[in-house]
């Protein structure tokens, strides 16, 4: 599994290999001690249990989307389209639009989740089994809240 550790204090995201942790890393940007409780769980790649970071238990699932990929293929085809459109092909600029407009959605239900800590953002990828449910506005508002408080940037 690898996971995305996010620094407190300036959110830096700082990799950390799950297999063989370090106890404790240090953030690249601001120099703060991460100490890092990583579960048997997390480690041998089988679920996520409890973040490394906050030892919170609280996790959504999101897509693991590069909104900036998924943007430049449809402005690619929207420039395309646009030179059809200019020499009158009407159809074949529609069409061109419209398989853009397919392939991000097909490049979009192929993507893997990504495992989410509610509190600290931390991110995790691997193999691991799904257990987590999908993002919660009004839980992220309480765990945010509570983290913030915890860490004193409230
Ligand atoms: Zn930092
Ligand atoms: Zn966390």
Known sequence: MNIVAKCPKCDAGL?????????????GRCGTDLRLDVSDE?????????????SGK???????????????????????SAIF????QDLIAYSILAAAVLIDLVVYGRL??????????????GNYKRTAAAFDLHTADVLEQEYERKIGRR
């Open 42 to 54: 997390v480690r041998r790649d089988s679920s996520v249990d409890r973040c490394p970071v906050c």
């Open 85 to 88: 459109y200019w020499f009158g």
């Open 15 to 27: 990799p950390v290999n799950a297999a063989d942790p370090q106890a404790v890393i240090k953030c």
């Open 112 to 125: 893997k989740d990504l495992t989410v800590c509610y509190r600290c953002h931390t991110e995790f990828r």
């Open 58 to 80: 609280d996790f959504y699932i999101r897509k693991d989307f590069n909104p900036q990929v998924g943007l430049t293929v449809v402005i690619i085809g929207a420039l395309i």
